[in-house]
Nanobody, 116 residues
Framework: QVHLVESGGGLVQPGGSLRLSCAAS????????MGWHRQAPGKQREWVAT???????NYRNSVKGRFTITRDNAQNTVYLQMNNLKPDDTAVYYC??????????WGQGTQVTVSS
């Protein structure tokens, strides 16, 4: 069983930065792809970024150049560094772990609000 716990959300002004963390339990973190997703009020959840078990990364176009996903296998933690935040980035941010077999695991989410 895997449990994911996100942290680091909060209220930030436009142009500001936040760093989200997602800590995973269990022993499959290092061999799993990790992702960040977000869901804004009244909208469907959308994919934000992925980092594979071999450290390849991919981002949705709207966050390229502003967000960076990294992982620390020794700490079983994935991070999302978010710079130059915009009001449209306001959402609940979720991390997920995609195992080699079976369904993805999801965290409970952390709120990010970008507002002046």
């Amino acid at each position: 069983q895997v449990h994911l716990v996100e942290s680091g959300g909060g209220l930030v002004q436009p142009g500001g930065s936040l760093r989200l963390s997602c800590a995973a339990s269990g022993n499959i973190f290092s061999i799993s792809n990790m992702g960040w997703h977000r869901q804004a009020p009244g909208k469907q959840r959308e994919w934000v970024a992925t980092i594979t078990s071999t450290d390849s990364t991919n981002y949705r176009n709207s966050v390229k150049g502003r967000f960076t996903i990294t992982r620390d296998n020794a700490q079983n933690t994935v991070y999302l560094q978010m710079n130059n935040l915009k009001p449209d980035d306001t959402a609940v941010y979720y991390c997920n772990l995609v195992p080699l077999f079976g369904e993805p695991y999801w965290g409970q989410g952390t709120q990010v609000t970008v507002s002046s």
